[in-house]
């Protein structure tokens, strides 16, 4: 959970500000993601946070326990790189 995620090299992404989305681009099969909520949350803090450092965060930020964070947040890390978009 110490690790850092980073963009793969195929994607392209940006926050919509006014829609609170994350939108990424995967230029290696094409697709769209779009992230809201909690994913979007957890999308910006781990561009400069490793995993661990936002488990943290997200339970001080809503006061939930630390095993429904890190499997929320594992669970959308794998998903993300299972889909080509995040590399641990």
């Not at 681009?25 to 949350?41: A, E, M, V």
């Not at 400069?48 to 965060?57: A, L």
């Amino acid at each position: 959970m110490d690790k850092r995620v980073r963009c793969s090299k195929f994607i392209s992404w940006q926050i919509e500000p006014n829609l609170e989305f994350v939108y990424i681009f995967n230029h290696k099969n094409s697709q769209w993601i779009y992230l809201d909520g909690i994913s979007k949350i957890i999308w910006e803090k781990l561009m400069t946070s490793s995993i661990r450092e936002v488990c943290k965060e997200i339970m001080q930020e809503f006061d939930v326990e630390e095993d429904v964070v890190s499997e929320d947040i594992l669970e959308l890390v794998d998903s993300l790189v299972e889909e080509g978009v995040l590399e641990i």
